[in-house]
């Protein structure tokens, strides 16, 4: 199995620009989580998807931050504009109930550099 | 907010037994332990879970104290790819891990 697949895995934007992070969830799995860490917060959960659907979002820090997850293979995560205090590493991280379990599997993560 | 708690760093010699402990006083009757490990600039990678019974696999073994009050992460021959940060985390299945700070494991030749 190819594991939790993200894209691109570093990302370096200018304030102000719209940046789109990528995530494919390993096949089979129904939930899909998506995480920040910074050296400051740690790593926090932003939002997560249970077949298809945002079911806590409650994590995403303000409007300019957006996830969709149109099919069962693929999510992205949008911040538009970005700001320099968006800069961190992205996690990615999907599951399955079927496998005994809440156990998540990561991704390698995006790094995003905001300058 | 996290509801374990760890101590911030350990060391371990090569090759020994490493015992990462930690504390979660208010856990609930549903709610499982796991353990994840964060190897530098990786993603989380997953070692072990329980909720009552101890539990082993091939890369841990987890002690739950009878009480649940606390458990022990138990890496039985420490090698320097296991220095890394390890994240305990109480759940209850329902989806959101709340990592804490870990702990920071050194492994020493």
């Known amino acids: 199995d190819a594991g939790v697949i993200q894209s691109p895995r570093h990302e370096v934007t200018e304030m102000g620009q719209e940046v789109t992070l990528r995530c494919k969830p390993i096949s089979g799995h129904n939930s899909l989580f998506w995480y920040r860490q910074t050296m400051m917060r740690g790593l926090e959960l932003l939002i997560y998807?249970?077949?298809?659907?945002?079911?806590?979002d409650s994590g995403m820090p303000e409007d300019r931050f957006s996830a969709k997850m149109p099919n069962a293979s693929f999510s992205t995560l949008k911040i538009q504009p970005s700001e320099p205090r968006d800069s961190a590493v992205y996690f990615c991280a999907s599951s399955s109930r079927a496998s005994g379990g809440d156990t998540q599997y990561f991704g390698p993560g995006t790094r995003l550099t905001v300058l | 907010d996290a509801k374990t708690t760890q101590p911030p760093s350990m060391d371990c010699a090569e090759g020994r037994a490493a015992n990462l402990p930690c504390n979660h006083s208010?856990?609930?009757?549903?709610?499982?332990v796991y353990w994840y490990r964060q190897i530098h600039s990786q993603g989380p990678q997953y070692i072990i879970h329980?909720?009552?019974n101890n539990e082993t696999n091939e890369m841990a073994s987890l002690i739950i104290t009878e009480d649940r009050k606390s458990s022990t992460l138990i890496l039985p021959h420490a090698t320097l790819r296991d220095t890394a940060v390890y994240y305990c985390i109480v759940n209850n299945q329902g989806g959101k891990l709340i990592f804490g700070q870990g702990t920071e494991l050194s492994v020493k030749p």
């Open positions: 208010t856990i609930s009757g549903n709610e499982y």
């Open positions: 329980g909720l009552k």
């Open positions: 998807f249970n077949n298809n659907v945002p079911i806590d």
